[in-house]
């Protein structure tokens, strides 16, 4: 079978062995899903922890004042995003929940590497300056 490498930057058709091939293709289904578990648990969370968090759900029932209280701070953090520009949110976005680089999202949004990492840190700035005004809650 023939496969393509990248060598030394420079794309190179390979002749490899069923057996070779076979292995490759595991090696690249392997780095693929662990890219998506990286993008699914962006905050370094584990997934149980994750669904508690975000779900709602988890070994313990949810009483309605902690569900009142989650909800109460999920729209003050919206509230907080949505206080930027729409190209902030995206970018932000884009980096924070989907896991691209800034050089990914200037190409995507055709910006430099520079301006796109001005937007996340203001609205980073954003979520420090909320942070700092509401310490308790």
Known sequence: MEVTINYNGQAVAV????????????????TENLLHEQRR?????????????????GIYGETPEEYLCRMETLDELLAVLYTCTEAQRRRFSLYALDGLTLAKIGA??????????????????????FFANHPND
């Open 41 to 57: 648990h962006w905050d370094g969370r584990e997934f149980d922890e994750y669904i508690v968090a975000t779900e709602g759900m």
């Open 108 to 129: 995507m949004c055709g910006y430099s590497k520079v301006s796109v990492y001005e937007s996340i840190l203001a609205v980073r700035k954003k979520f420090l300056n």
């Open 15 to 30: 002749e490899v062995t069923l057996e070779v091939y076979e292995f490759l293709d595991r090696a690249d289904h392997k």
